[in-house]
Nanobody, 122 residues
């Protein structure tokens, strides 16, 4: 079964940083996706895309609220990361990653996993 597992969330003060991980289980990322997207679901709100990584071009794109603060990348492992800096209370929520066959992370093909909870609070 093709599965992405998110981790790295936690409680952090405003202005702090976290690095989230999205690990592929049972498959190689480039064999089963073109892009990996990060999605944020704030309490009581719809899930929204915040970052997108093109696995082959290594292009990235970001939603306006996180531009300049979040960075998505991958290293030699089968894992994609979301570095979150200068965190704000509105960044609180569950973060998910998902794979897509499109250049812009739309229409994720994977079912949503458990996600990882990020809480920004003093």
């Amino acid at each position: 079964q093709l599965e992405l597992v998110e981790s790295g969330g936690g409680l952090v003060q405003p202005g702090g940083s976290l690095r989230l991980s999205c690990a592929a289980s049972g498959f190689t990322l480039e064999s089963n996706a073109i892009t990996i997207g990060w999605f944020h679901q704030a309490p009581g709100k719809e899930r929204e895309e915040v970052a997108c990584l093109h696995l082959f071009r290594r292009d990235t794109s970001y939603a306006d609220p996180v531009k300049g603060r979040f960075t998505t990348s991958r290293d030699a492992s089968n894992t994609v990361y979301l570095q979150m800096n200068s965190l704000k209370s509105e960044d609180t929520g569950i973060y998910y990653c998902a794979r897509s066959w499109y250049d812009d992370c739309r229409n994720p093909v994977s079912s949503w996993g458990r996600g990882t909870q990020v809480t920004v609070s003093s």
